[in-house]
């Protein structure tokens, strides 16, 4: 069976309850893991299938914490490390009706920053697994960018799938031209590229999903499609030596909380390739985990399992 490695940092989100008010104003807060790779670990592992999440956590409260909601979740563990030499990452995160939250992070020097490839050796690909990368793991340290060009090359040799999605993080680099050009050769060493439009329009100078997604193919023959999120209206597929076409969203009656909705779109993607299912109706479950995602406070609380998935796409 194939299974999902992904690599990042995963952090301790503390959300306000109270709706609106600043965080400078908020009183109560709850708990919760969130990170994008992690996201979509915990969305892999709720459809049934399996994922293992690479990553260094402190040893500390906050990373036994992760450690056991990640257990809980199904995702697999036995890359996660425990290290004393710094602490695990933790954000604070604005409750609001509408729009994006304000959100806080303190993770420098924290232990995800201080990964080395020699710590993660034994790390097994094969040639049917899908290997998910983001634009935030590799932003965090030397070492995070070491480690995840490690696992593209493991996974080139093994044969397996890489998936990449930019999430783009501006306040993780040093200035814009050296995220571009970062991003954009993690990009060129995948095989499925999931930029959103407005990233897309960033990173290749291109205003149309259709010249986006060719700025893409026309420069790597190993990327066999990339798939632009377009948000509500759906997303463009592009394969390689075909025509683009949008694969129609989904609409939802309202929108609760948007962060998360994104790493869910990798989800569904993944998830309908691992089914074996052609690619537009991979998306097309990215498309429908995406919209369940929105309608649910928390990064990746409106997730489905399978049973969930498949009576939306009724």
């Known amino acids: ?16 309850q109270e709706q609106d008010a600043t965080l400078s104003e908020a009183q109560t807060f709850k708990k919760y893991p969130a ?100 634009g935030i793991f590799p932003a965090i340290s030397t070492g995070a960018r070491q480690l995840t060009d490690y696992l593209i090359n493991e996974a ?33 060493a995948a095989n499925i590229v999931m930029p959103g439009l407005k990233e897309g329009q960033l990173l290749t100078g291109q205003q149309e999903p259709d010249d986006i997604a060719n700025f893409y193919l026309q420069q790597c023959p190993a990327i066999l499609a990339v798939i632009i999120k377009l948000g509500p209206e759906g997303a463009y597929l592009k394969l390689r030596e075909k025509s683009g076409t949008v694969i129609p969203g989904f609409t939802v009656s309202r929108v609760i909380d948007t962060v998360g909705a994104g790493d869910g779109f990798d989800v569904g993607v993944l998830m309908g390739m ?21 309608q649910k406070q928390g990064d990746n609380e409106g997730y489905p399992n399978k049973q969930q998935l498949e009576t939306f796409l009724m």
């Open 156 to 188: 080139r040799s093994a044969g397996a799938t890489i998936t990449f999605d930019p999430n783009l993080r501006p306040s993780l680099w040093a200035d814009e031209n050296t995220m571009i050009t970062n991003i954009n050769s993690l990009a060129l």
């Open 1 to 16: 069976m194939p299974k999902v490695l992904t690599v990042g940092e995963p952090l301790v989100v503390f959300a306000s």
């Open 274 to 294: 691992m089914a074996g299912k052609s690619l537009p109706d991979a998306v097309t479950r990215g498309n429908a985990i995406g919209a369940m995602a929105i």
């Open 35 to 134: 990170g994008a790779e992690l996201n979509v670990a915990v969305g892999i592992a709720k459809l049934g299938y399996e994922c293992e999440y690479i990553t260094q956590i402190g040893d500390d409260p906050f990373g036994v914490f992760l450690r056991s909601e990640l257990k809980k979740a199904g995702v697999g563990t036995k890359y996660v490390r425990q290290v004393k030499t710094g602490p695990t990452g933790i954000q604070f995160k604005q409750l609001v009706t509408k729009g994006d939250p304000n959100t806080i992070y303190y993770r420098r020097h924290s232990a995800a920053t201080q990964v080395t490839v020699e710590s993660f050796e034994t790390v097994k690909i094969h040639s049917n697994d899908f290997v998910h990368i983001t």
